[in-house]
């Protein structure tokens, strides 16, 4: 599967006549552009103008493009934008193994197949074995890497990023970005992280935008 | 009722025709043959489970013995299902009405009579079980409130006129013998008599009753309102109830709806002194546990109102046949001792004990009439229906006197 | 495609019934129904209607009935919530009342009847030993001329609707940190929720009192089991007219409609000028700084109301269990002599169709509503917005407009179309009131729901259908068939549509209770009233099960 990167052309976004976020940029496979600001200031606004799941409340234009594909008006389902929020959002009404199938592309066929990557999936992130447990009674950390390797078994083409360790303790914090960013290498795809955390952004790397700061 | 309006309604704008049936009650073979699969649509008041209950074993022997579908449209007043062949004969719809059988009597029936609303001539008395109707001895049978019947309706079952009390709260010694002495009797138990609020049949019977003891010339109700003085002939009724209404349960204010309310307050001693049309109902209501088994009936011994009820067939009916033998059935042996059972219902029969043979005479010597009951030679004289035009110019000065509004 | 259409075709469903309706009920009052011959418009029916003995005096007790009945139950509610909202007892209380909105008005109505009247529960338990009563006293109780007996049946089941609707909208004020401000200042509890946050949350549940006033002032069932016979209320008389089989009794009835229109909003009129003096009154306390700090006793009273309008209802629905089984049962006995099944074995074979119906025609109209109520929510989504104030009044119209004024012409409707006393007809007509309930019940819950999650979906390139199906839909699974129970509790304690549009062809088991009312047969009264009360507990108890057994492995499903 070769990699793209992820290209924002002029994106411009206004709540009620207000600009709140205007930019362009390209952020290369493996790479993480870091948005940061305080809250309110419209990044998580053009998280979701990336991922195509911005509230209608909201205007915006610009393009994004990924690998030369034009996303901008495509709906979300078919941007393969993987995104990981603050909460690790699992579907409580499913098992972690039912979790991490349901993120499998239909294409993928086969009971076999199927089972066997959410197995892959789960030692990935060091959670082999776990498949049949109810996500409820996972521990804070388990449940953040469940919710990557949801998003991974996805095949995405980039990685939204949406404050995804700003519930997590210290330490764990640690881990789990590290594994996150660790990932989003392995698997060449572009990130867009938006944080208020300077640590994340130091451990990103990447381009770092402040936006909303008077 | 509301089945009534939307029949009728409905034939407002489709007026659909059947083909015109011809009947012939001598020739009963064909009667039943022709019977055979149809549906009878049978408009009876429907506020007694024991009488709905008795409908639905008649139903069930109906279909089978004769394969006839009886239908029990339940009514809250007859004057509804009249009502529905009035409206279905001004849509012009002679042919394939909607009410087939119709539990009838008095004023209804004069009303249909009058305006030709009856299947005609005289059919009655051609029925196969009219041979044990007795005849002789019940001239109610043939007088329906001094209309002369004509065949024109089949008798199913005798009405008197009789008083229920709880021996267990009231001396019988106390007990009225005639309507002022009921008053007396309301005046040293004010709060503890009501009637059903008229237009009931069994309200409006109790008003009749005291117009009866109370007019003077007692020819006079036998013959149309018309021609007498209303005012002066009815004066007496509301003089009495004038000074009845306040004496009566919650001060005349409010009335027990019908004769089942009437008898739930019996139970809970609201009050002390009920009625009812049939005699039996007393006995009836212990066996149901309604009652407790300490109730007893009285009558007067001047004279109670009497009446037969009957089945008659509207002239667009459209189940003629199986009506016909419907109301045959009804009046057969085993139904009607049926009826007089108490368990059952408790109605007593039209027909004569003598003219039965023995087999089916053992059916009702079988019967017991319980404790409550009085027998045939204690429930007193019979005082005739006035003529029904009577009630209904009582009921509208009724409803004017003590019924505002409904 | 289906979701853009949804509005509208809600709009159509409820808008279109009622306009219709009223045209139908209009019409024939000045005399035009061509099918009865009517053509030429004349006021002489209206005339009639003035003619009738008594008719201002059945309106004036229908107006009355409305504001009483609303003043009371929102004093109660909003005392009770002013002065125990917070604390452990408010939670009891919250568990004791919520069941009992899902209990139908004719089953409470009955179950009032069997407690309060001279013979009823409350008097055999004190007698005779507290009153000397070896029979019941002579008095007037039932029926009463006042019609009080009526609206304090009508008080006992808008308490609930009133309460829950108000615990709805609670969340959206800050409830502490008012209470805790105003206590600083030094108002009592009561004075503080009143002057402080009452203002706000008025303005939320307003349609529901509108609703009250209105449904109260033309209400039919408990008005035939507990209302004034001479004369009686306005709906009960016009339905009386409508159940006439003499056709031209029709106008009347129609003309009578009308009257029953103006009065009901005339009652809402006086509601909104009642409104007006009240929120003086409070400017005018909150102007003087009145602080009420010892509200202890208007703090007392307002749980004794609650409590008292609750265990009534308990009560009131255990005396009728009791008489459904009961063999002789004399007064002054608190219990039967001995118990017998015989009503109900003697009602069984005559219950299994009304039965059948109330069960087919509560499943399908909920079905119709929650799926319309489904498809509406799905395209406020879509267009990410909350519904407008004039969309909300869609919802609530069905409980605005007195029912007799548009069913009536919708009944004409269904008979013109041929339609009429159609299992098809009467679902379509329950719905109409069963939807409003839905809906509200639902689009909480639904737009309390974390949107990420379907963004989420979305990014694992989910469409829209399978996101509903798979995500959105088993999370909601509770709140679904909650909502369900509530439409399928409206449905069937429906009694108006039931009797209009089923045309007595076509009866449940509300329908059948209500016509019993006047034999006075209080075993089979029980037997009916019971079921009546059964049927939508059953409907809670599925919604309860369902999801428990469904998602019984995971946790977070759980409350």
Request: a neutral charge.
């Amino acid at each position: 599967m070769a990699q793209k990167g992820l290209e924002l052309q002029s994106v411009t976004i206004a709540l009620e006549g207000r600009v709140l976020v205007a930019l362009s940029r390209s952020v290369a496979p493996g790479d993480v552009l870091t948005l940061m600001g305080p809250s309110g200031s419209g990044k998580s606004s053009l998280l979701a103008y990336i991922g195509g799941f911005l509230d209608p409340v909201f205007s915006a234009s610009g393009k994004v493009m990924i690998g030369g594909c034009d996303l901008t008006n495509l709906p979300t389902e078919d941007r393969h934008a993987g995104i990981l929020f603050q909460d690790p959002l699992l579907f409580p009404h499913m098992t972690v193994g039912g979790n991490l199938a349901f993120a499998i592309p239909a294409s993928i066929k086969g009971r076999e197949e199927r089972r066997n990557r959410v197995e892959e999936a789960l030692e990935g992130v060091g959670l082999a074995g776990l498949a049949g447990r109810d996500p409820a009674t996972l521990s804070g950390g388990q449940k953040a890497r469940v919710a990557l390797a949801r998003v991974l078994l996805s095949s995405p083409r980039m990685l939204l990023l949406d404050e995804p360790f700003s519930r997590l303790d210290t330490e764990l914090r640690q881990q789990v970005r590290e594994l996150v960013f660790a990932k989003a290498r392995d698997s060449r795809l572009p990130v867009v992280l938006v944080t208020h955390d300077e640590d994340d952004a130091a451990a990103a790397g990447g381009d770092v935008v402040r936006v909303g700061s008077q | 009722m509301k089945t009534a309006l939307v029949t009728a309604l409905v034939f407002l704008f489709l007026a659909a025709a059947a083909p015109a049936q011809d009947i012939d009650v001598k020739a009963w073979d064909a009667v039943v043959e022709k019977a055979r699969g149809e549906t009878v649509y049978f408009n009876a008041w429907g506020g007694s489970e024991s009488i709905n209950a008795y409908l639905e074993w008649a139903g069930e022997e109906l279909r089978e013995r004769y394969g006839v579908k009886l239908v029990h449209v339940k009514v809250d007043d007859t004057a509804n299902a009249v009502t529905k062949v009035v409206a279905e004969k001004a849509a012009g719809k002679d042919e394939g009405g909607t009410v087939d059988l119709i539990w009838i009597n008095g004023e209804n029936f004069a009303s249909m009579k009058r305006q030709d609303l009856l299947m005609s001539p005289g059919w009655a008395e051609d029925l196969p079980n009219w041979q044990y109707v007795d005849v002789e001895n019940k001239p109610t049978i043939r007088t329906d409130f001094t209309i002369p019947v004509e065949g024109l309706e089949s008798p199913w079952g005798m009405a008197k006129l009789v008083f229920f009390y709880d021996s267990a709260r009231t001396d019988a010694a106390s007990l009225p013998e005639n309507a002022d002495e009921l008053l007396e009797w309301a005046e040293a138990n004010p709060g503890r008599f009501s009637y059903p609020q008229p237009p009931d049949f069994m309200g409006s019977s109790f008003l009749k009753q005291i117009l009866a003891e109370k007019a003077e010339d007692q020819a006079v109700l036998q013959r149309p309102a018309e021609e007498a003085d209303f005012e002066a002939v009815t004066e007496p009724l509301f003089a009495y109830l004038d000074k009845l209404n306040p004496l009566m349960w919650r001060g005349g204010k409010a009335f027990p709806q019908n004769y089942p309310a009437m008898k739930q307050l019996l139970a809970d001693s609201e009050l002390d002194i009920i009625f009812a049309f049939n005699p039996s109902e007393a006995s009836s209501a212990i066996a149901n546990q309604e009652l407790p088994d300490t109730v007893r009936s009285f009558t007067f011994p001047g004279g109670t109102l009497a009446n037969t009820h009957f089945v008659t067939v509207p002239y667009n009916a459209t189940a003629r046949a199986g009506a016909l033998v419907t109301a045959n059935f009804l009046l057969s042996p085993e139904a009607q001792a049926r009826k007089q059972d108490p368990k059952y219902w408790g109605d007593p029969t039209v027909l004569a004990l003598s003219k039965l043979d023995d087999k089916d005479r053992a059916l009702f010597e079988a019967i017991n009439l319980g404790v409550a009951t009085l027998g045939p030679d204690e429930l007193g004289p019979a005082i005739d229906e006035p003529h029904p035009s009577w009630m209904e110019r009582i009921e509208e000065e009724w409803k004017r006197r003590y019924g505002v509004g409904n | 495609m289906l979701t853009r259409l949804a509005p509208s075709l809600a709009m159509l469903l409820l808008a279109g019934p009622i306009l219709l309706g009223l045209t139908g009920t209009l019409l024939p009052a000045f005399g035009y129904l061509p099918a009865l011959g009517g053509m030429h418009p004349t006021g002489e029916y209206l005339a009639r209607l003035l003619q009738e003995p008594a008719i201002f005096h059945s309106a004036l007790m229908s107006f009355a009935a409305g504001l009483i009945t609303a003043a009371v139950s929102l004093t109660v509610v909003m005392l009770f919530v002013g002065g125990w909202a917070g604390t452990r007892l408010f939670s009891r209380v919250l568990h004791l009342v919520s069941p009992l909105l899902s209990v139908p008005h004719a089953a409470a109505a009955f179950g009032l009847a069997f407690l309060v009247a001279p013979s009823g529960m409350i008097a055999r338990f004190i007698s005779p030993e507290l009153t000397g009563w070896t029979r019941p006293p002579d008095v007037l109780i039932l029926h009463d001329a006042m019609g009080l007996t009526m609206m304090a049946g009508l008080v006992i089941k808008e308490i609930p609707f009133l309460f829950l609707v108000t615990l709805a909208a609670l969340p959206q004020i800050r409830l502490a940190e008012t209470r805790a401000l105003a206590a600083s200042l030094g108002y009592g509890r009561v004075a503080g929720f009143l002057f402080g946050l009452w203002p706000q949350l008025y303005p939320q549940i307003r349609l529901a009192v509108f609703a009250v006033v209105a449904f109260s002032s033309s209400v039919v069932d408990v008005a035939t089991i507990l209302g004034p016979t001479s004369p009686a209320p306005l709906a009960v008389r016009l339905l009386g007219w409508m159940n006439d089989p003499d056709l031209s009794m029709r106008y009347l009835a129609s003309a009578g409609a009308m009257l029953q229109l103006i009065v009901t909003a005339a009652a809402l009129g006086a509601w909104t000028l009642v409104e007006r003096i009240c929120a003086a009154l409070r400017d005018s306390f909150a102007a003087a700084g009145k602080r009420l700090r010892r509200d202890h006793a208007i703090r007392i009273a307002a749980f004794a109301a609650m409590t008292l309008s609750a265990t009534v209802v308990i009560a009131g629905l255990g005396t009728l269990a009791v008489w459904s089984v009961a063999g002789l049962w004399q007064f002054p006995h608190a219990l039967p002599k001995d118990f017998t099944l015989k009503s109900w074995i003697a009602a069984g074979p005559r219950i299994l169709s009304p039965l059948t119906t109330t069960l087919v025609v509560a499943f399908f109209s909920t079905l119709l509503a929650v799926a319309l109520t489904l498809l509406c929510l799905a395209r406020e989504d879509e267009k990410g917005r909350k519904v407008r104030r004039g969309t909300m009044l869609l919802f609530y119209l069905p409980l605005l407009v007195p029912q007799a004024a548009f069913l009536f012409g919708l009944q004409l409707f269904f008979i013109l179309t041929n339609s009429a006393a159609s299992i098809v007809a009467l679902v379509f007509a329950h719905f109409i009131f069963v939807m409003p309930y839905v809906f509200l019940s639902l689009s909480d819950p639904w737009r309390a729901f974390d949107r990420r999650y379907d963004a989420i979906a979305a990014g694992l390139g989910k469409g829209a259908w399978v996101r509903l199906l798979r995500v959105r839909l088993p999370m909601l699974t509770r709140a679904i068939l909650t909502a369900a129970a509530v439409g399928f509790a409206v449905s069937i304690g429906q009694y108006l549509p039931t009797v209009l549009i089923g045309a007595g062809r076509l009866t449940t088991i509300t329908s059948e209770a209500v016509a019993l009312a006047s034999g006075g047969n209080r075993r089979v009264i029980g037997v009916y009233a019971f079921l009546q009360m059964v049927l939508p507990a059953l409907g809670f108890l599925v919604a309860t099960l369902v999801p428990a057994l469904l998602f019984r492995r995971f946790r977070a499903m759980r409350v």
